[in-house]
């Protein structure tokens, strides 16, 4: 296996192999976690081709088998506040240091161990050189608790490349107000109105 850089994607046959490894690798991500949506073609091929973005690609032989997209401007990207990082960390943010994990992603009939290791050596070194303040999120399909999980993998990867720090920044659950019940209860009242209401004309007609 063997590692890219890209950037300005635009090349057609390079933007379908990429598109089918993200739509391939993060179905079961979107399929299991609220926030974690699934871009649109268009949408990802929007991503790739920016040249804010670094795109890191593992290849075995001529397919891509894992990605990672960084974006190095979070205030062209929609899933993070510029606002809040302007207020909470104004210097790294004024310097542009401030940079974003869009995704990974890795076949799953890859290496996955192997594919982890390469983008992160060279994705993560790339952003040690920036002195990068470098934000990821995690569902809780791969980081159930605090402590452990993806977070703490990524942690000590980042280790291997420079001196680093895990900063715990923000956690947003997420509810539903199920009126199922309410429905069904409403239904069957309306139901029971109804009939009490045909009795009333039978009773009357007679």
């Not at 899933?79 to 890795?106: C, M, T």
């Not at 999980?149 to 990867?157: F, I, K, Q, T, V």
């Not at 199922?180 to 009939?195: C, G, K, L, P, Y």
Request: hydrophobic fraction near 45%.
């Amino acid at each position: 296996m063997f590692v890219t850089r890209h950037s300005n994607v635009v090349d057609p046959a390079l933007r379908e192999k990429l598109w089918h490894l993200y739509r391939r690798a993060y179905q079961q991500t979107a399929e299991a976690t609220v926030t974690h949506e699934m871009l649109e073609q268009s949408e990802f091929n929007d991503q790739i081709a920016q040249d804010s973005n670094r795109v890191w690609v593992v290849w075995c032989e001529s397919l891509p088998v894992a990605m990672t997209l960084v974006s190095t401007d979070v205030r062209v990207t929609r899933w993070l506040s510029d606002i809040y990082f302007e207020k909470h960390f104004p210097e790294r943010f004024n310097a542009g240091q401030v940079h974003y994990i869009v995704w990974v992603v890795v076949d799953a009939a890859a290496d996955a161990h192997g594919a982890n290791s390469l983008l992160a050596r060279q994705a993560l070194s790339a952003e040690a050189r920036d002195g990068a303040l470098l934000v990821f999120d995690v569902p809780d399909l791969h980081q159930p608790g605090p402590k452990g999980g993806a977070a703490e993998l990524l942690y000590r990867m980042a280790k291997m490349v420079g001196d680093v720090e895990l900063l715990p920044l923000s956690t947003q659950r997420y509810f539903a107000l199920d009126f199922a019940t309410s429905a069904r209860t409403n239904s069957v009242h309306s139901s029971n109105q109804a009939d009490n209401s045909q009795n009333i004309d039978r009773a009357v007609l007679r």
